[in-house]
């Protein structure tokens, strides 16, 4: 089964949004065992998205396009789709009434814009699914194009949207199609501060005569692994093998994030979090926020971007700051101790460095962070030097924390 994904909005080639869709969608496709084939991302024009459709439609068997299903003149998916595809608009009398309500219900009473109503335009013979969260509803289109059957789904460009007609209604009917001749399994797992190539050279000698396949993406977290298979009883076998050369380090499978593998193992062991953080400015507590639950475990932090505030909040000597240096070893332990006496907290961690892209010397340039931590009578402080320009510096001086932290909650050894 070849699957084609379109994802439209001029937004996405201009870089003002980024097309997290496409993520959601590819892992979504992979707990069914299907693959997407080809993405393809195409601005709001007409005959772009024409050329999109007839490039996925001479092969696809499964068409999924995200965005374009708006009010506004620029959303151009249900329009170009119904001409493409031979199925002229039929207005929904449904549809139409509840976009009426929607609207009452946030504006109130006053004369409805009349373009409105294009969200109530139904290709002929297409099914409707539903959006609970905004006023366009998902499409499904079981069609062909030059003699080849196509089922296309429209869906909403927002993620709110997107992603629960996706679970609710897309998965279901894209795993009731065909047969599982193509079906490949994937699972995966997150090593922390793991390298491509260390990690390569550990797996791929154990996998070599296996019908497992195996693929790697590095990111500032770390590296993660996935592995591929028909065989179910094969994959678990293989993971958890993979999983387990990796003890530590490895993430449970599922979680995308080091702060959400954090959060959760902080759970399990009923242990509690702060954080003090200087050149990354909140990055870290922000992350570890975004996760569901983090309110179980995060206490608080401090941002201590001055000196002033690593003296008086943290408790940082003078003397140290005069001597070492706020980015300093020394500094970022005072830091990582500071902060947990202060909020009462079972482990904590530290960042100070100099993100630049000035402030850099000889003997501290920019990129030099340090990153300390605590947890239970463990203790650990890590000298790093991060190459890249600010924001990727920032970034990646918040995984090193977060990667510092995992492998002191979890027992693992900390140098390296």
């Known amino acids: 089964m070849q699957i084609e994904v379109i994802s439209t909005g001029t937004e996405l080639l201009k870089g003002s949004n980024v097309n997290t869709n496409l993520a959601t969608i590819g892992r979504a496709f992979g707990t069914i065992g299907k693959t997407v084939h080809r993405a393809q991302t195409v601005g709001d024009d007409r005959e772009a998205l024409i050329a999109a459709f007839h ?41 139409a009434d509840n976009l009426r309500r929607y609207y009452r219900r946030r504006h109130g009473t006053g004369p409805i814009p009349a373009t409105l109503f294009r969200q109530a335009d139904v290709p002929q013979g ?29 869906l909403p460009g927002p993620p709110v949207e997107m992603e629960p007609i996706l679970d609710a209604e897309v998965l279901p009917r894209l795993a009731a199609l065909g047969d599982d001749s193509d079906r490949t399994l994937t699972r995966g797992f997150l090593v922390a501060g793991g390298a491509e190539l260390m990690i390569e050279e550990t797996l791929a000698p154990r996998f070599r005569d296996c019908a497992v396949a195996l693929a790697y993406c590095a990111s500032a977290e770390g590296t993660r692994v996935f592995l591929s298979a028909a065989d179910a009883a094969l994959l678990d076998e293989k993971f958890t ?42 990055l870290t507590a922000a992350a570890i926020t975004a996760v569901p639950g983090a309110s179980e475990v995060f206490l608080g932090s401090v941002t201590a971007y001055d000196n002033r505030v690593k003296a008086t909040v943290l408790g940082v000597p003078e003397m140290l700051l005069a001597t070492s240096g706020a ?14 006496q202060l909020l009462h907290t079972d482990c904590s961690a530290a960042i100070t460095g100099i993100a630049g892209p000035g402030g850099g010397t ?28 600010r924001e990727s510096i920032r970034l990646r001086s918040r995984a090193a924390a977060l990667q510092l932290l995992y492998q002191l909650v979890t027992g693992a050894p900390t140098k390296g």
């Open 55 to 95: 490039l996925a439609a001479l092969t696809g068997d499964v068409i999924l396009v995200t965005g374009g299903l708006g009010p506004t003149a620029d959303d151009l998916t249900r329009d170009v789709a119904a001409e493409f595809f031979g199925m002229p608009l039929i207005r929904s009398r449904e549809l």
């Open 126 to 154: 297409a099914v409707v699914l539903p959006n609970a969260n905004g006023s366009a509803p998902g499409l499904y289109l079981n069609t062909t194009y030059a003699g080849h059957a196509c089922h296309v789904f429209l």
């Open 241 to 282: 093998e993979a999983h387990q050369l990796f003890s530590g380090s490895a993430l449970p499978e599922g979680c995308l994030s080091l702060a959400e593998g954090l959060v959760r193992l902080l759970k399990e062991q009923h242990r509690t979090l702060s954080l003090a953080e200087s050149c990354t400015g909140g």
């Open 327 to 340: 980015v300093s070893a020394d500094c970022a332990m005072a830091m990582t101790r500071g902060v947990r």
């Open 362 to 389: 000889p003997e501290k340039p920019v990129g030099l962070v340090y990153v300390a931590a605590a947890c239970g009578d463990r203790e650990a402080v890590r000298e790093c030097r991060f190459r890249g320009n």
